[in-house]
């Protein structure tokens, strides 16, 4: 599969499988998108690396995308290539079981149909990644069903505004995590009804992601993005909190005219006008559609100076404290990152590799103190890694909350 040869194997030096069997559900071969690999790669990995036996699967009817031209298919062949390669680099390539959406009666990978039933039976815990799953008749069987938010917010205020469907879905739950580590305080926005929900972090494989090379002369600082993709806008308690993210980038589009270092935007959904308006102030814009590939996105992001990143409306206005996965990947490749500020300054040291913005002031001073002391700041991005995102730590502390942890 694409380049994935270039990178393997990751380090897979796992222990003895001998604390409980987990299933994890997630999207990498559904949605293949660079991020999306890496964020259930960092997931199966880390608990590989804490003596699970992890399992992945999808077993979802949602849509599924094609690797390489990213348009909707039906012919899943070269997603599951996709799904059987990267699950071979990482050492894992007898722990995965793909039902191919639409198809019932169809089981491709480790298991058959009863297999993946047995699976179920005797697995544990199943982690739903991104909610991206419902559960079915099919997955009761599993002793503890876990949702995991990645995108705060939106359940909540659905939950709060009495939506059936969200409600039935989580209803089958045991336990509710979210990357909103601020929610329940006095200062977040996000309405807390019905359900407790658990603080968590996304969790980095930080071998993954070591490197010795410089990047280039002309590097950036640089993100990964859409510009303009599906609305999931919502209305709570008279005002909209806004998904798409053109709308926080515009609020800093003359942020290159003053800044001190290059700054550089991979997008997606984005035409030719908004592009060529981004560069009229200095933007450096390029495609996001070749960082689909997971060795590519690896190699942006250790090509870049650092990050700069807006976040979701949805989540800056109501303080939820989120965190991007995207970014703790930066920091793990020891590349310090400049990020809008939602909350997380609360539970995560900002200053020195890692920054906090809420205005266009705050994104200069970054940028002074990134220019003025590069090595400083990459060392402590790295450093902030492994205190606060590392998958051992950011896993074993969920398992402990779920009692799987002996």
Not at 246 to 267: D, H, K, N, Q, S
Not at 360 to 384: C, K, Y
Request: proline letters at 5%.
């Amino acid at each position: 599969m694409r380049n994935a040869a270039n990178l393997m194997p990751l380090s897979a030096a796992y222990p003895p499988a001998r604390r409980g069997k987990v299933v994890v559900w997630g999207m990498l071969a559904a949605f293949p998108f660079g991020g999306m690999t890496w964020q259930a790669l960092h997931y199966v990995g880390g608990l590989r690396r804490l003596g699970f036996d992890v399992w992945y699967v999808e077993d979802s009817d949602g849509s599924l995308l094609d690797p390489v031209t990213l348009w909707e298919t039906s012919d899943y062949s070269a997603n599951v290539r996709y799904l059987s390669t990267w699950m071979g680099c990482i050492g894992l390539g007898d722990r995965w079981v793909f039902r191919p959406p639409g198809h019932q009666n169809v089981c491709l990978g480790a298991r058959d149909l009863a297999g993946l039933k047995q699976l179920y039976r005797e697995a544990d815990l199943a982690i739903n990644l991104c909610g991206y799953h419902s559960v079915q008749p099919q997955h009761q069987s599993i002793r503890c069903l876990l949702y995991l938010q990645t995108d705060p917010m939106a359940d909540q205020v659905k939950i709060a505004q009495g939506d059936q469907r969200v409600t039935r879905q989580l209803d089958a739950y045991h336990y509710l995590f979210t990357y909103a580590e601020n929610l329940g305080s006095a200062d977040c926005l996000v309405p807390l009804e019905r359900y407790d929900w658990y603080p968590t972090r996304p969790p980095v494989n930080l071998e993954w992601w070591t490197t010795d090379s410089q990047p280039p002369g002309d590097a950036a600082l640089t993100t990964v993005s859409n510009w303009s993709h599906w609305d999931n806008t919502v209305v709570w308690q008279g005002e909209k909190y806004y998904w798409r993210k053109a709308r926080e980038f515009r609020r800093f589009i003359e942020l290159p005219r003053r800044a001190a270092l290059p700054l550089e935007l991979a997008l997606d959904g984005i035409n030719e006008l908004e592009a060529a308006e981004l560069r009229g102030y200095g933007w450096r814009v390029v495609q996001a559609h070749p960082l689909s590939d997971a060795v590519a996105y690896r190699a942006y992001i250790c090509d870049s100076l650092g990050e700069w990143s807006i976040a979701k409306d949805q989540y800056v206005r109501p303080r939820t404290g989120w965190f991007s996965d995207r970014s703790v990947c930066y920091l793990a490749a020891g590349r310090p990152v400049i990020a809008q500020e939602t909350g997380f300054s609360r539970f995560i040291p900002v200053g020195k590799g890692l920054f906090a913005f809420e205005t266009e002031e705050d994104i200069l001073a970054a940028i002074d103190a990134i220019r003025t002391d590069t090595e400083g700041n990459r060392r402590a991005s790295r450093d902030i890694a492994a205190e606060y995102f590392a998958a051992e730590k950011v896993l074993g502390t969920l398992m402990e909350r779920v009692r799987l942890s002996s």
